[in-house]
């Protein structure tokens, strides 16, 4: 060992022991003929002296020490007369007796430092660098001991742990595979999992009860800030259970992950709130509750007085915005350039202030009265000094999707969205299938193997479009943490589905026959969910991107610019696969 | 929730409550007026009566049951009558008073027990089902423990999991890559990891420390017996330590799954033994330590008498069979069949008797006098009743490998290769390098990242042949669970390396400059390991093969039988991916 302790664990308790330690050149300073090396490893930052007047060539050979240099020194631990209240080690320095050089290094092409000089580009490139930042492994640290504690609580749940193959079947149903060309059966190829969806009901059907993975999973899709063509998925599984088994379940999960990694004690049942009241409300299946600010619908109050714009809509609905009246005209054009945006589509928006005598002042003044406009503070039981912003259109979803996106931002403007805050909810009572303007057809909304509800068996037929799943995601500020559903067991249910779905039952078979065949022997009920872990570990480490939550991630076109992949192979290679390349000339 | 209790929870003094089981038809008996039913889920079986006399349509219902059907019953936990000692629920059961088919089951191919009738191809097929029967549970329950004990020795160690990519760059040394085509960056591939050994040095470079994972990896190989082409490794890394550090953490997560999941206390200190002697006196640089039977040289004895076969060998060793000297003629011949088997290679064997008066009767007795085969005796310190078997050859390491096959295969014969005994050893002191034939130069033994000893450097340059690296194995009954080296951390050192393994520099700078370009940002001395995880576990499990510990694995093939794939591609996901199909015409 090079060591006898870390850079983080030597206290004043230790003065007076000889000790050696390793590490990184952090910073180096001369200060009237002493040296002063801050020594880094992962635990912490250890101060190092050296005296000129003690020994000349040992303190000339640590001024010749770089940033970044890996190093062991041997020392005595003495209080220092200087404490750092800032480090655990600030009460004790090293008196070094040696030094030896492990390991030169460049200069680094940016500062290791919590805040860094370096652009994302030369972070990535140089990942291995950037890891050395203290935010970006402390990252890393939370990450390894939320897997922990949600291995930890599933296990004592009676939850195993099984691995599923990363070598399956392609589905086209659904986001892209990526494939893998089998070079012992030419011509066919493998594809990694979007998810272990199928396998863990496979699992279920051969009786294991409770199921759970943390698992790599991909999706080749084009990539939105935010996506990883792999992602890491808690995947669970359980027999025998119906939704409020499995809420409960996981419900006490994200509250062991609250309490042993935020400390946080949440005391309270999850909110359950369906998903017709999330659109409603928040124009959102994924509302943040930290903040209120509900949707308030004025079709009623509004309409009939002549103003064009609302006249023609399918939905007219507004945000309160409390204190919010102090906004400057200037304030008020940058939000409706806002929602004007292209990725938020609004044709623009409407404003009233109630001032500080009740009045109610708004942008559409010449089309309505103030009774009218008394009615609409009322509905809203805004107060003066509130701001209202209304916004309308002729797609009653949109336009709610539009108003979601302002509440949002009116909740980052006014700082309602506190990272230390955590407001958790289930929304339930999902559609099982929506429309998908693409295809032209119903679309799963979680996906085919959904439970459909009992009581709306019934309208399979009839309108499957209001038939709703007994479905449900569990969100934490806005952010869609997990979701999942009871499952269907019986083979003849799903073979419906699917035919719902528009598939063939040759097509049905050939993609899930071995799913359905499996339902045919003894297929218990069951039901699960997944987690985001990349989301969730962002969110706990307060995080803007998943990005930095994961070791090595790829940027937004698939590449790994640090490992330069993907890349060419060697025509070889090809030749052995049996495939070639057939590039579309551009 | 469909149960109140599982079908292994109930014990005599649940006598009277009233409970909800559910679980599937394991086995229906009727005897005089009554049925049995034998419940089963994964926790155990708990027997059911149901009564014609007091319910004769409930039993009515009872006996249309068939096996595997999955019920919920209502009933009252009774004492038995006839108790069974073999079951942990056997003092009891279950007084129906109520039956609900959850669903019903076509005729099992065949039977879910723990003798099943079904072959090899049938249960892969019906994996799901094969995945009931309590032997292959019971694998899979223990592979969960493992990795939990895994995961809680090496967090306590201070090790953090951090995962990393299993889209990497394609490196041609080595095995074959699975590579997987970019859509988005089209001609170009990924590869999926052999192992992370490359990002876990980089993880250290990083400052990490101390990194595992326990992770997927894949390599496209010609599957042998008992390769898959994805299995999981328990992949770890270590910075400032030297190799008896890292024998030292790993020897105690050794000692901690024996104490945890087999219930043996290792206290001794794992055996250390250089791989020459592994080779010299078992003919393996994994022997199998449970029993002795080393080899013994017999060069100086045997040569010079005019037995040819003997005169013209490079090597001549045999190895003593305590008390099989009963072993008939016939038993010899199949023995000489054994070794010369085209797998083994052997021309042929000597053999040699010591009878009960001490004199020593061999094949080759008319080229040896009484006084050499004594010596002989002598060499072996055989007894009386022993058997002496011979091997030549004309290559030594060929030969002490065929030797090796007939020492184990006299263990297994002898009974001394008990499943629930376990030998543990680390092989240290591996050559560097090994002449490849195929390649005609020299290759790393372990990997091109391996440190040679410190004393051998020099050798690099005049005699790389002879050079020993910090490399070492971990050997559990013949079965090399684990093995890892310490790793060059010095990128002159690495470019050394690649130069002697035939890498000009800009194929090491293409394949592996990331690499050595991280070695000059102050990369830290460091080392590791990676255990096979299946192996392990079939280790623990007394299992012959690694499939039977792995859910869902592949056939000989690289096929999922069950899930059909690899398979054809849509030709729009062909085309997507600008890739297409080269068969070779047979």
Redesign the interface.
Known sequence: ???TD?CGDLRLSDAGREVTL?G?VQRLRKMGGMTFVDL????GITQVVFNNEVDAELCDRANKLGR???IQIIGTVAERSAKNANLPTGDIEIIAKDLKV?????V?PFTIEDDTDGGDDLRMK???????RAPV?SN??L??RM??EV?RYL?SKGF???????????T?EGA?????????????????PQSPQT?KQ??M??????YFQIV?C?R?E??RADRQ??F?QIDCEMS???QD?VIGLFEGMAKHLFKTIRGVELTEPFQCMPWADAMKYYGSDKPDLRFGMTFVELMDILKGYGFAVFENAAYIGGICAKGAATYTRKQLDQLTDFVKRPQIGAKGMVYARVEADGNVKSSVDKFYSQEVLQQMKEAFAAEPGDLILILSGDDVMKTRKQLCELRLEMGNQLGLRDKNKFACLWVVDFPMFEWSEEEQRLMAMHHPFTQPKQEDISKLDTNPAEVRADAYDMVINGVEVGGGSIRI??SQLQAKMFEILGFTPEKAQEQFG?LMN????????HGGLAYGLDRWVSLFAGLDSIRDC???P?NN????V?????????QK????????????EK
Chains 1, 2 share one sequence.
């Open positions: 060992m090079y060591r870390t390793a990184w880094r490893d992962r635990y970044e240099f890996v492990l390991n030169s290094s460049l680094p140089y990942r291995y660098l950037d890891l050395r492994r890393l640290e990450r390894h897997t922990m291995r296990d195993l742990e099984i691995e599923t193959p990363m070598l399956v079947g392609s086209p892209r595979d990526f494939v893998v060309p089998s070079r012992m059966n030419p011509g066919q190829f493998y594809a990694l396998l496979l699992l059907v051969s009786g294991m009860d409770r790599k991909f080749d084009d990539l063509p792999e890491t025998f259970v119906e088994d067991h019986d071995f499996a339902f045919k022997y003894g297929a218990p009920p994961i070791a090595f790829k076109s698939g590449r790994d640090m490992l330069d992949a993907p890349a060419a192979l060697d290679q090809l030749d052995e696969l049996q495939i070639a390349l057939n590039l579309i």
